[in-house]
Structures are given as C-alpha cells and as structure tokens.
Nanobody, 122 residues
Framework: QVQLVESGGGSVQAGGSLRLSCTYS???????VGWVRQAPGDEREGIAS???????DYANSVKGRFTISRGGDKRILFLQMNNLTPEDTGKYYC?????????????????WGQGTQVTVSS
C-alpha cells in the first residue's frame, strides 16, 4: 500500500517562497514521484517529477523557479518554490508512479496524497 502525506502549504505574497514536503512509503526502486497542482476550475498539471535514481523533469511554467529533491532516505520528497506568482495558486499533490520515469502527465501516477493548499497573493 503506497501512502503519501504532504505538508508545508500556506499563503505567501508574490515573489515569496515556500517549501512543500511529502513523506511516502510502499514504493520500490522502480518508482518515480512528483508534484501535481490543480487551480480552481483547471485540470491537474504535473509540475515536477523525480525518479528513484534522481533524474528530474519540470514543467516549463515552473522551470528555474521550483526545485524537486529528496531526503537522504529517499522517502521524503521536497518542492522548493521560489519567486511565486498568483498563477501558482492551487492545491498541490504529491503523487507516486509505481514503475517508470519522471513524468509531467498526471495520468501516469498511481497513488496520490491528500494535497496541500498554496495561495499566492499579489
């Protein structure tokens, strides 16, 4: 059973930073994990992903501003978000792909956390 729990969301002004965390369990060395966000009225958007071996991928909308990384035991996932804009507002989900590469396609993920809200004000 794969379980994921996010934390670290909140409210921040434009230009500010936040760091999201996700603790997860139940995966093996073939997995990838990532962050997916959903703004009100929009579809889910994959924004960052990382494989067990550390290969990363980012959506163009966050490239250069967001950084995905893992903790030393590889069961903690982080998303460092800098230079936030109001367009980054949404619910952020940590998700796991049981087998495969890093992906921006949210349909590739098999398990999801409950999500954490990020609100950026102008």
């Amino acid at each position: 059973q794969v379980q994921l729990v996010e934390s670290g969301g909140g409210s921040v002004q434009a230009g500010g930073s936040l760091r999201l965390s996700c603790t997860y369990s139940g995966t093996d060395s073939r997995h990838a994990v990532g962050w997916v966000r959903q703004a009100p009225g929009d579809e889910r958007e994959g924004i960052a992903s990382i494989t067990y071996k550390g290969s990363t991928d980012y959506a163009n909308s966050v490239k250069g501003r967001f950084t995905i990384s893992r903790g030393g035991d590889k069961r903690i996932l982080f998303l460092q978000m800098n230079n936030l804009t109001p367009e980054d507002t949404g619910k952020y989900y940590c998700a796991a792909r049981y087998v495969g590469q890093a992906t921006m396609n949210h349909l590739d993920y098999n398990s999801w956390g409950q999500g954490t809200q990020v609100t950026v004000s102008s």
